[in-house]
């Protein structure tokens, strides 16, 4: 068993961003530039943010965090997006989710400029990026991308079974995974909360690759795989000690794998790393540059 370490994976990421940054810089354009709206006080979404802003210092990027009560009005909240869609200055855009119940996200989401879209979630990128166009990818399903290529795991060809079916994860990485990208070409089942079980262990147990995102810690098991499956864990769910574990069984199931994702370390750290990924994209768009 080997561990496909997002930290080591993202550093080389973010190092190779940086190195184009100051290339640009050097020339005379100003950096990237990436925005992070934050409504209330949740505690893993101030996490995630100070995740994202650090490794924005990390690729070159300038950054800013915009902070709003729990108590904005979805209205106010739709006014600030629509300045800084109009702000060149600001190349991606990120609101953090979740938001309070009493604004919809979709709306937020459809809000913001496709263009400035680095997470990925607006129906335009998404359907772009269905039809294997140019596109900002949802951050995570294109961080475990990142990390298949890093470490040169064989993806045409194979059977990939995906457990979870949100527009996060489950859905986006089912179709980059079948999909013609430059990573791809496999045959990709996409399981879910319906599907039943026997019907779920005939998958997993001949799958070469299982990517599970359902947010219960232990949900796959040494007896669901076989020998030499690659696993990808996205779970990170925190126990009444404290330790934060994946959705798979890690003990238990690394025995069997040829490849598998820790948790913490794997990846989580990949979804901060695509977002810098999109975020270059973006800055290259907004100058029109290779």
Request: charged fraction near 20%; charge should be negative; proline fraction near 5%.
């Amino acid at each position: 068993m080997k561990l496909l370490d997002g930290k080591l994976c993202a550093e080389s990421l973010v190092k190779d961003i940086s190195r184009r940054v100051a290339g640009y810089v050097d020339s005379g354009l100003r950096k990237p530039h990436m925005t992070v709206i934050l409504v209330g006080e949740h505690a893993p979404s101030e996490s995630y943010v100070k995740s994202k802003i650090t490794s924005c210092k990390s690729a070159g990027f300038e950054s800013a965090l915009l902070r709003f009560p729990e108590q904005i009005g979805e209205a106010e909240l739709l006014a600030k997006i629509a300045e800084i869609n109009g702000d060149h200055a600001t190349d991606g855009l990120i609101v953090q989710l979740p938001l309070p119940k009493h604004i919809n996200p979709q709306n937020i989401i459809n809000a913001i400029d496709p263009v400035k879209d680095i997470d990925g979630f607006h129906p335009t990128n998404f359907g772009r990026m269905t039809l294997g166009q140019k596109a900002f990818r949802p951050a995570t399903a294109y961080g475990i991308c990142k990390l298949l290529q890093f470490y040169e795991i064989p993806i045409k060809g194979k059977h990939c079974v995906v457990i979870g079916r949100s527009n996060i994860v489950g859905k986006p990485i089912s179709i980059m995974l079948s999909n013609d990208f430059e990573i791809g070409n496999a045959t990709v089942t996409l399981a879910h909360i319906e599907t039943p079980r026997e019907l779920l262990l005939d998958e997993t147990r001949r799958a070469d690759i299982i990517v599970v995102a359902v947010g219960i810690p232990g949900f796959i098991t040494e007896d669901m795989v076989k020998e030499g499956v690659v696993m990808i864990d996205v779970g990170i769910n925190r126990l009444e000690s404290g330790k934060l574990v994946g959705d798979v069984d890690f003990d238990g199931v690394s025995e069997k794998c040829s490849w598998i994702t820790p948790v913490p370390g794997g990846v989580g750290r990949m979804t901060v790393a695509a977002l810098m990924v999109n975020t270059l994209m973006a800055y290259t768009d907004n100058f029109n540059l290779e």
